[in-house]
T-cell receptor, first 113, second 114 residues
Framework: GEKVEQHESTLSVREGDSAVINCTYT??????FPWYKQEAGKSLHFVID?????DRKQSQRLIVLLDKKAKRFSLHITATQPEDSAIYFC????????????FGSGTRLLVSP | GPKVLQIPSHQIIDMGQMVTLNCDPV?????FYWYKQILGQQMEFLVN????????KSKLFKDQFSVERPDGSYFTLKIQPTALEDSAVYFC????????????FGSGTRLTVL
């Protein structure tokens, strides 16, 4: 089945710098790639997504890139702020007779002032 | 925004007992999911549910696990009997049209099996 690998378990940046989180997936049938943010002790909430028919999407300070040939996608957070500190999960979704959303292991991002 | 409610937020039970975790999904959503998270780390897929049926389940969805959503009521995850390794935070999620759309997560139920 689909496996999603999230390469950075932790990432520390200074406020104002950019942060990049990289993920890879195994199943070429995956077609939808969302990102979720989890703040300490809280639930996950959606931040941005990308579908397999495009290779780039931007929403304010967030950019996601998708390289289908390499089966790789990434989240770029520009001009980081302390409130960006959280665990970020990448995910891949595919139809298997029902939609299955498989998550990466999470990246703990720390933005220091 | 849309909210998924999970009840209770914490549950402590003795090993071998039964537990039911309750989820009130977003009202017009059709797809429902359970995930298990241990120690704030990996979100492990357990099961997805649509139109009254389990569509897919993972190896973590043991025979002791079951899900259902009787009409108009909660989407539930039942574990019977519980084991120590079932201790985790269980997140319910729902989506409107399946996994190609945003999942909305509840705040989780922290289950402690003693």
């Amino acid at each position: 089945g689909e496996k999603v690998e999230q390469h950075e378990s932790t990432l520390s940046v200074r406020e104002g710098d950019s942060a990049v989180i990289n993920c890879t997936y195994t199943d070429t049938a995956s077609s939808y790639f969302p990102w979720y943010k989890q703040e300490a002790g809280k639930s996950l909430h959606f931040v941005i997504d990308i579908r397999s028919n495009v290779d780039r999407k931007q929403s304010q300070r967030l950019i996601v890139l998708l390289d289908k040939k390499a089966k790789r996608f990434s989240l770029h957070i520009t001009a980081t702020q302390p409130e960006d500190s959280a665990i970020y999960f990448c995910a891949a979704s595919m139809w298997t007779g029902g939609y299955k959303v498989v998550f990466g292991s999470g990246t703990r991002l720390l933005v220091s002032p | 925004g849309p909210k998924v409610l999970q009840i209770p937020s914490h549950q402590i039970i003795d090993m071998g007992q039964m537990v039911t975790l309750n989820c009130d999904p977003v009202s017009n959503h059709l797809y429902f999911y359970w995930y298990k998270q241990i120690l704030g780390q990996q979100m492990e897929f357990l099961v997805n549910f649509y139109n009254g049926k389990v569509m897919e389940k993972s190896k973590l969805f043991k025979d002791q696990f079951s899900v259902e959503r009787p009409d108009g009521s909660y989407f539930t995850l039942k574990i019977q009997p519980t084991a120590l390794e079932d201790s985790a935070v269980y997140f319910c999620a729902s989506s409107s049209t399946g996994g190609s759309e945003t999942l909305y997560f509840g705040s989780g139920t922290r289950l402690t099996v003693l």
